[in-house]
Antibody
Framework: QLQLQESGPGLVKPSETLSLTCTVS??????????WGWIRQPPGKGLEWIGS???????YYNPSLKSRVTISVDTSKNQFSLKLSSVTAADTAVYYC????????????WGQGTLVTVSS | DIQMTQSPSSLSASVGDRVTITCQAS??????LNWYQQKPGKAPKLLIY???NLETGVPSRFSGSGSGTDFTFTISSLQPEDIATYYC??????????FGGGTKVEIK
């Protein structure tokens, strides 16, 4: 059974870099059939795709966040990671890691989500 | 960038009612449109992919239709467990994903 688990600090100071890791269990991150991505949801608001990565390291980012986002993959650890720089209070959100297919880009598997608060 | 306009933002209906949610894309997206259900405190759940295909294990009272710019999501007979927020999501092959603003469904 595939499981995705986010980990990282729950509190980040303004102007610093938010760093999260998603550990994949029950499946290989090196599968050619899937992208691995990050999606966030500010409290009480809607969903926003941040970006996705292929096991080869190819990355695809939301244009509105592209200048601040880096997603990387570590196939040896079956993990992928998110870094979001220069954070502000507007980056406070539940961050989900997720898996979607390469063809039909529907997110069928999600992590449980982790709340990251940006505050001094 | 493609914008997704979802309506209504909220609705209240009785158990057994037919519920319809619409999603409009700012340009032709063919059938590249998915629907999700999100219950409070939980991750979203995929219900419909490629506009009209029911995800495995999803009850048949959920359905989707449309192509191009106009899409519809329907619950044929609202059940108490369907109380949730529903989101549409479009994609392209780059890949890029965009979600609609969500529709909160409540019981009257």
């Amino acid at each position: 059974q595939l499981q995705l688990q986010e980990s990282g600090p729950g509190l980040v100071k303004p102007s610093e870099t938010l760093s999260l890791t998603c550990t994949v269990s029950g499946g290989s991150i090196s599968s050619s059939s899937y992208y691995w991505g990050w999606i966030r949801q500010p409290p009480g608001k809607g969903l926003e795709w941040i970006g996705s990565i292929y096991y080869s390291g190819s990355t695809y980012y939301n244009p509105s966040l592209k200048s601040r986002v880096t997603i990387s993959v570590d196939t040896s650890k079956n993990q992928f990671s998110l870094k979001l720089s220069s954070v502000t209070a507007a980056d406070t959100a539940v961050y989900y890691c997720a898996r979607h297919l390469t063809g039909v880009i529907a997110v069928a598997f999600w992590g449980q989500g982790t709340l990251v608060t940006v505050s001094s | 960038d493609i914008q997704m306009t979802q309506s209504p933002s909220s609705l209240s209906a009785s158990v057994g009612d037919r519920v319809t949610i619409t999603c409009q894309a700012s340009q032709d997206i063919s059938n590249y449109l998915n629907w999700y259900q999100q219950k409070p405190g939980k991750a979203p759940k995929l219900l419909i992919y490629d506009a009209s295909n029911l995800e495995t294990g999803v009850p048949s009272r959920f359905s989707g239709s449309g192509s191009g710019t106009d899409f519809t999501f329907t619950i044929s007979s609202l059940q108490p467990e369907d109380i949730a927020t529903y989101y549409c999501q479009q994609y392209d092959n780059l890949p890029q994903l965009t979600f609609g603003g969500g529709t909160k469904v409540e019981i009257k």
